[in-house]
């Protein structure tokens, strides 16, 4: 995946407790496991205005 420019603080960080950035998809630490969600959890994630899940990273809002 090409670097893309993105605003999330997660990329900043030294320490990430989550697998993708929850704004661009792009893996923060993969050390960590990724995890399959329940649709519930990604329908929270949702109303935080994540695009992308941050420990599965599906991506929840569909560009149109
Ligand atoms: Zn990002
Ligand atoms: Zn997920």
Partial sequence: MPA???ANDNHRR???TVRFCPSCGGMLNDT???RSCPETNHAQMRRDRSTYC???GEQLVRPR
Avoid: L
């Fill in 32 to 34: 960590i496991a990724a």
């Fill in 14 to 16: 030294h320490v990430v």
């Fill in 54 to 56: 941050m420990h599965c």
């Fill in 4 to 6: 893309r420019h993105c």
